[in-house]
């Protein structure tokens, strides 16, 4: 049998995933109205999906307990008591193997310092977030919420009593703070967030304080996949926001001439610049509501978070957590090195940048290393996607790339067998770039719709499109006479990319297509990619285990069509307009955040439908397992669990109960 395909299954069977109704869940289908009051702490609300698992109750305050380190500092009169740092209802943690123990280090690695940036990961505290299935939607920041019965507004409860990292109150002022000072002002958002806006008219969100600990969410239209945005990238915004902090650097709170010497002295030209700059994770000033507050930054090295004495957050026995004094990141120069230390026994807990053509020497180098190697599922898909610049400055490669067929031919063009077993340790499987087959919306024939290597097939296409004229290497021109070549530019961070490309480059010299593979460090490629000056690029897929969530790559947009996707956002007043089929699949999304749960079904399948039709993103080998490295004493990481970005992973796997184990 197929490790994969064992991994997956068991999987399911871990989480309770059991067949149709466990998928359809999986793929986000529309919450149910939750009920019409709020429930009682931890206890689950009426989730989109599958219902929250019961949260263990909070013992008394009197026996909460807290690190050695932070009693100390208690004893000396440098912090409050325990009780007086957590809230009145600290959220319970249930601990995936036992009651962990204080101190250590977890140690990491990054490729590059803007690679150690872990609010969207290892700081997941939205309203709400995802379990580790990657689908159960639990109360977090939020101890309860609920919703009316149209899905347009939704009353989120907080925790009386919680507080920032500096031991200030976290209430719904910081919030408003958010809404009012954020999100409406255009300096610093010129545009209206997407997922903030009503559905149906494009109007943005209204967000209003009910008292100090309640804040309320309105919509013009219904919704419905709002919890679930709230849950992924929607909700990482909005808790960053400490208003006692940041109301220095906003000219709605400062003194006009304060301020201005503020900018001056920062070296920045606008208001704007300085506050973005001061509410960055590199600012050890800016406080917090994550399990570590960041202590050293870049551009020191190395990277260094520690323990945040007011997190308000216990175990089952009342130990407040983290367990883990602090997480270190070694800033490393590629992803090579990083798996060397990896095989050395340097990383305690990581599974970024681990790379699958190293599986073989991490199974032999194990006992030796001290660590084992987990399996996690991957809800990525593919795990190489090839992705076209739609927006090209150059006419000719725009207009090819918009093409089609010329997209089916490079498919086509593919020997994914070969990538498979040379980049993949045939781990993987050849796939196109759709669902996963967890999701109801995945089918069969979707995940192998033009995956066969058919080169004859592949060259009748591109002969008819007009590309038939080669030159004396045989490789094929544009129209004009000029060379058709095309540089695919990659960072190789998530996968054996350079394998991949090198091979591909290779195979398609049999369809007369010259390539050029760019390797670049990340930060360089990441500027080609925001500029749109690119070709073609290398990339995972995300989403495809939950393609209505943050559908990066179910959208031709991000980085592939940047201009299109101005144009959606402005409503056409800038941008450039897109093809019709892009537009129907930008209006699908809209039908499917408003569609209450008996029609969202027939939405979404035709979303996913219209996505493989026309093929706009081009997978080669995914489904595969996603390795983590885990040192033999740190405890409490899970056996199983969803790997992919919407559900924050690790973050959603809960963190903060991870503990080093002392002989």
């Not at 939750?34 to 929250?52: D, G, I, K």
Request: proline fraction near 8%; glycine fraction near 6%; hydrophobic fraction near 40%.
């Amino acid at each position: 049998m197929d490790p994969t395909e064992l991994n997956r299954r068991t999987f399911l069977k871990v989480t309770g995933l059991a067949a149709t109704a466990a998928v359809a869940a999986a793929c986000a289908a529309a919450p149910t109205p939750a009920p019409t009051t709020a429930p009682a702490a931890e206890e689950p609300t009426a989730a989109p999906a599958a219902a929250a698992a019961e949260a263990p109750t909070a013992p008394p305050a009197a026996k909460y307990k807290e690190a050695p380190a932070l009693a100390q500092k208690v004893a000396a009169g440098e912090l409050p008591p325990v009780e007086e740092r957590l809230p009145k209802e600290p959220m319970v943690v249930p601990v995936e193997e036992e009651i962990g123990q204080y101190g250590g280090t977890w140690y990491r690695a990054a490729v590059g310092p803007g690679d150690a940036w872990a609010a969207g990961r290892l700081a997941y505290e939205n309203l709400l977030r995802y379990a580790k299935d990657g689908n159960t939607i639990i109360n977090n920041l939020a101890k309860s919420y609920e919703a009316n019965e149209d899905g347009t507004e939704f009353t989120f409860y907080l925790r009386e009593g919680m507080r920032w990292s500096d031991g200030e109150p976290f209430t719904a002022d910081d919030f408003v703070f958010y809404y009012e000072d954020g999100l409406l002002n255009k300096d610093l958002y010129p545009t209206f967030p997407s997922d903030l806006r009503d559905p149906v008219h494009g109007e943005p969100m209204t967000l209003e304080k009910v008292d100090d600990y309640t804040i309320k969410i309105t919509f013009q239209s219904p919704y419905w996949l709002f919890i679930r945005t709230l849950a992924s990238y929607t909700g990482t915004d909005m808790f960053r926001w400490p208003k006692h902090y940041l109301q220095q650097f906003h000219p709605n709170y400062a003194d006009a001439d304060e301020l201005a010497a503020k900018v001056k002295d920062a070296g920045f030209d606008n208001w704007w610049e300085l506050f973005t700059n001061r509410r960055d994770w590199t600012n050890p000033e800016c406080p917090v509501v994550w399990p570590f507050v960041p202590t050293r930054v870049p551009p020191d090295v190395p990277i260094v978070w520690e323990r945040n004495p007011y997190y308000w957050k216990v175990d089952p026995e009342g130990n407040q957590l983290p367990y883990i004094d602090r997480i270190q990141w070694d800033v490393v120069e590629n992803s090579d090195l990083l798996n060397l230390k990896a095989l050395a026994g340097e990383i305690s807990m990581q599974f970024r940048h681990i790379l699958w053509s190293n599986y073989p020497l991490f199974i032999e180098s194990a006992e030796q290393g001290d660590y084992r190697v987990l399996q996690w599922v991957d809800g990525t898909g593919p795990n190489s996607m090839l992705y076209f610049c739609f927006n090209h400055k150059n006419e000719a490669l725009r207009e090819i790339f918009n093409n089609r067929d010329f997209r089916i031919a490079l498919s086509l063009g593919i020997q994914r067998s070969d990538i498979n077993e040379l980049a993949y340790q045939g781990m993987g499987r050849p796939v196109q770039a759709t669902a996963t087959p967890e999701c109801p919306y995945s089918k069969e024939e979707y995940l192998n719709r033009w995956i066969e290597h058919d080169p004859d097939t592949a060259n009748a296409m591109l002969d008819e499109m007009g590309l038939s004229q080669r030159d004396d290497e045989g490789f094929r021109t544009l129209p004009s006479g000029d060379p058709l070549t095309i540089t695919v530019e990659y960072a190789p961070v998530f996968g054996p990319w350079r394998d991949c490309v090198s091979l591909i480059a290779d195979q398609w010299k049999e369809i007369g297509i010259r390539i050029i593979t760019k390797e670049e460090d990340r930060s360089l490629w990441q500027q080609h990619m925001d500029g749109s000056e690119f070709d073609m690029s290398v990339w995972t897929m995300g989403g495809a285990y939950n393609p209505l969530l943050g559908p990066t790559w179910w959208l031709p947009g991000t980085y592939a069509a940047n201009e299109w996707l101005r144009w959606r956002d402005t409503k056409g007043e800038r941008g450039e307009e897109p093809p019709p089929e892009v537009k129907l699949q930008y209006e699908l999304y809209e039908r499917i955040k408003a569609a209450p749960p008996d029609e969202l079904d027939a939405v979404a399948q035709q979303f996913v439908d219209n996505h493989s039709d026309n093929i706009w993103f081009v997978g080669v080998v995914g489904l595969l397992p996603v390795l983590v490295i885990v040192k033999n004493n740190f405890r409490n990481v899970p056996e199983v669990a969803l790997s992919d970005d919407r559900a924050k992973t690790p973050g959603c796997t809960n963190i903060e109960q991870y503990f080093i184990r002392s002989a």
